[in-house]
């Protein structure tokens, strides 16, 4: 079901009409255009799978040559989150041009390929979408699944480099950035702010190697007194391990952080005064680069979460306005199917070896049905499309091979000499365009619901039965024609 965000503050109970004259002007165009947004997509994606290319390729070297450095370990942090801020993105324009043609379906009257006896939901997805946009969305949930399968390939390296990288930092942070107003707080007896930065240290501090006490009395000598003991704060520096902090851990020392730099206080004194400006903006900047840090940790549900699909399958709401007139609706009104139709039908090459990312689609509403909305019956229905939907999807697709591979053998062994007559008089024959079948008949392991099918044999049996029935038909033509009218 679609909802218009405006409607729950129309429902308010203040609300006046008077004061939001636009209020109930809706939109002729979605605001985020599929077709045109899918160059931008292109670019980012091209952009972003070459860094990760190139990223995986050293990881390959330094991983024999020794652990990586700060640097490194900041890049491949640093490409995690990008390629998680890619794909979320990526996946809001999608979710919003589908959920937009939900909320806008066609009619008889401006598309002539709808019928006037159309149901709503056949409206909304079979007859809503132009042959461009049902290209552009193909395109764009390939470079989503396509990013988040190479992201998943790579997660036990780039985990590690994470974790490495949360702790150096936070480590950092600790015992550099905050010893200095730590000291400062101790010596002018601001209380209330060293007990909070201690607490802060006394939470996340790793102090294995003894180099780093809150509560030493060495933190209210003079800075001088301090150097010569201890050294300078620039020689501390944390031994790198691979151990991020809890989530309990990072929760209260970014809470302790900000308040104190916050200008609103729930008591009465402000301690942001009693910082000078230039700890403030490191404060500031561990909170901002310490924001994303649950995402990172938790990068599997993470990147799950921000490539999910599953609306494109869910029509429950539309079930339930048809009042007990529909059990389930035929596939051809499904969103998964329609993708995936349009490819076998079109037979564009560009589009041909995208193909399993749509069938993709399935795994995404069968996952959210069992884990999310925990209702086996949605399950059950996903499952019962799927298998009717794998079978169409076989059926076309072997079909689609053993016309295109026959014709292509056609144009091969037609007689030269035919072929320079027939261009004497204006006539081309032309050799079928090239389609990248190949990638798809290598598949062996298809996974779909959890099952891992072979469609290399499923399209073979099917092409060899096509095959036989051929050679059957064409042995039977010339046994029932005359000797003369087979052409040698």
Known sequence: MQIQPFSFVRRSPY??????????????????????????????????????????????????????????????????????????????????????????????????????????????????????????????????????????????????????HIYAEMQDFIQI?????????????????????????????????????????????????????????????????????????????????????????GSKKILRKDIESKYVERLANFLRISFHWPALLAFSETLSECCELSQLWFREFYLEMTMGRRIQFPIDMSMPWILTDYILISQDPALIESIFYQLDLY?????????????????DEVEAEVNLCFDQFVFKMSDAVFTYYKQLASNMLLDKRFKADCQALGITIRAPPHCRYETLLCQRHVQLLGRSIDLNRLVSQRINTSLIRAIDVAISKFESEELSSIVV
């Open 15 to 164: 609300f006046e009409p008077s004061k939001w004259p636009n209020a109930n002007n809706e939109g002729e165009k979605c605001h985020v255009n599929i077709t045109e947004r899918l160059k931008t997509m292109r670019e980012q994606h091209l952009e972003y799978v070459t860094n990760l290319s190139r990223l995986n390729n050293e990881v390959a070297i330094y991983d024999r040559d020794g652990p990586r450095s700060d640097s490194e370990n900041r890049e491949m942090t640093q490409l995690m989150l990008s390629g998680i801020q890619l794909l979320c993105s990526w996946t809001s324009d999608v979710v919003e041009t589908v959920s937009w043609k939900l909320l806008h379906p066609t009619d008889h009257r401006t598309n002539l390929a709808c019928p006037e006896t159309a149901e709503e939901y056949e409206r909304a997805t079979k007859y809503n979408y132009q042959p461009a946009e049902k290209a552009a969305l193909i395109e764009a949930v390939s470079m989503i699944k396509s990013v988040q399968h190479m992201l998943s390939k790579m997660e036990p390296i780039l985990n590690v480099a994470v974790r490495k």
């Open 177 to 265: 950035t905050l010893k200095e107003p730590l000291h400062k707080a101790v010596k002018n007896k601001k209380d209330l702010l060293a007990g909070i930065i201690q607490s802060i240290c006394d939470t996340c501090a790793d102090n294995c190697a003894g180099n780093f006490d809150p509560h030493s009395v060495e933190m209210g000598k003079p800075k001088k007194q301090r150097h010569s003991a201890a050294g300078s704060i620039s020689d501390i520096r944390a031994t790198r391990r691979s151990v991020a902090p809890s989530s309990t851990q990072l929760y209260m020392a970014r809470t302790m952080t900000e308040s104190l730099i916050s200008e609103r206080s």
């Open 363 to 379: 795994n995404d509403a069968a996952h959210y049905a069992l884990k999310k909305f925990k209702k086996q019956f949605l399950y």
